[in-house]
């Protein structure tokens, strides 16, 4: 079974993926964010690297996308190729920091790994407002995100809010996350549990 969570930056994802391991002993694909060899120059330079980090985000979560087929554990996944494509690529294009003759080469590259990929069973989806994200941002304090512009986290936010009501045709969890602290609070984590639950297996009846 694959599980994806869903989340701008500084949602939370990481945090949730790694209590859901420990909760229900699923294998986690984390995503690998620092080993991009084009991150810092992008958030130096965003027009100039956009094409070079999605190509190399979009290589990366289809080899994770085949480990998962394969795998016979069920996996829960720090953010999937689906919102890669569908909100990080497409708002750098919408930006004018990817050319439309790149988009789409990098489209028809999708499409093709998409020929032979699958949905997963489940998406949660952390729906975060842009103070909570720079909250977060700010709090872990990696060097590379302080010089995100809130425009960048309001059109990822607006980016998010599309591919999930308008584009992605899988199976979706709801979370907003501004009043809830899954971390340090029991109660939220054992609600977000049960609605897992509910979606995965029936034992609650589903949200309306």
């Excluded at 980016?159 to 709801?174: A, C």
């Excluded at 639950?197 to 034992?203: E, F």
Aim: glycine share 4%.
């Amino acid at each position: 079974m694959h599980i994806v969570i869903a989340g701008n930056i500084g949602s939370g994802k990481t945090t949730l993926t790694n209590l859901l391991v420990r909760h229900y002993g699923w294998k986690p694909q984390m995503e690998t964010v620092e080993e991009n060899p084009y991150l810092a120059d992008y958030y130096k330079d965003i027009a100039r690297w956009s094409f070079c980090l999605e190509v190399f985000f979009l290589k990366q979560r289809f080899k994770d996308l085949i480990e998962i087929a394969h795998s016979n554990e069920t996996i829960v996944q720090d953010r999937s190729i689906f919102e890669g494509v569908y909100v990080f690529a497409a708002n750098n294009k919408d930006m004018g920091n990817m050319s439309e003759r790149d988009f789409e080469t990098y489209m028809e590259l999708f499409q093709s790994m998409m020929s032979i990929a699958k949905l997963p069973e489940l998406m949660i989806y952390l729906r975060a407002s842009v103070p909570h994200l720079v909250g977060n941002i700010q709090k872990r304090g990696r060097d590379y995100e302080q010089t995100i512009q809130l425009e960048y986290l309001t059109n990822l936010n607006n980016r998010y809010e599309d591919f999930i009501n308008k584009k992605y045709p899988g199976k979706v969890l709801t979370v907003d996350v501004d009043n809830v602290d899954f971390l340090n609070n029991p109660k939220d984590f054992a609600s977000i549990v049960d609605k897992i639950d509910a979606h995965l297996y029936g034992l609650f009846p589903h949200e309306p």
